[in-house]
């Protein structure tokens, strides 16, 4: 399983990467693996400002259909409309090609909230 130590990661299974004043989010590794083959990525809330733990979409795999979390407050300035076409790259490459949205942030204190790497793996027990 892949965790890369850069990122910042969230008790639901999303990762972050912090570029400035924008966080460019996914799920991890982890997340695809217990999903299964995702077959529908759907973000509705495009140019809408969010809190933090709001549901801002869902990942439709073919057994279940799970919430995604925003894990920081802010505005979702991009989707990644790629996974329109081929929503399996949230499955071959959850850290690449399967990113699903960049926020503005709003808060940057709420950084520290995030995990790091370590207490990510320690959650889902690697």
């Given at each position: 399983?892949?965790?890369?130590?850069?990122?910042?990661?969230?008790?639901d299974h999303e990762w972050v990467r912090i570029?400035?004043?924008?966080?460019?989010?996914g799920i991890t590794d982890f997340a695809q693996g217990e999903l299964g083959d995702i077959v529908y990525?759907?973000?509705?809330?495009l140019d809408e400002s969010l809190d933090k733990d709001e549901v801002f979409g869902?990942?439709?795999?073919?057994?279940?259909?799970?919430d995604l979390?925003?894990?920081?407050?802010?505005?979702?300035?991009a989707f990644n409309e790629g996974l329109e076409d081929e929503p399996e790259k949230v499955n071959t490459d959850p850290y690449g090609a399967g990113w699903i949205i960049k926020i503005k942030i709003s808060d940057s204190s709420e950084i520290e909230s995030l995990l790091t790497d370590a207490?990510?793996?320690e959650l889902v027990g690697v």
């Open positions: 399983m892949n965790i890369p130590s850069d990122l910042k990661y969230t008790k570029e400035g004043d924008t966080a460019i989010v990525v759907e973000v509705e809330t869902t990942v439709e795999a073919v057994k279940t259909v799970s979390f925003l894990p920081l407050s802010g505005e979702i300035v207490a990510y793996k």
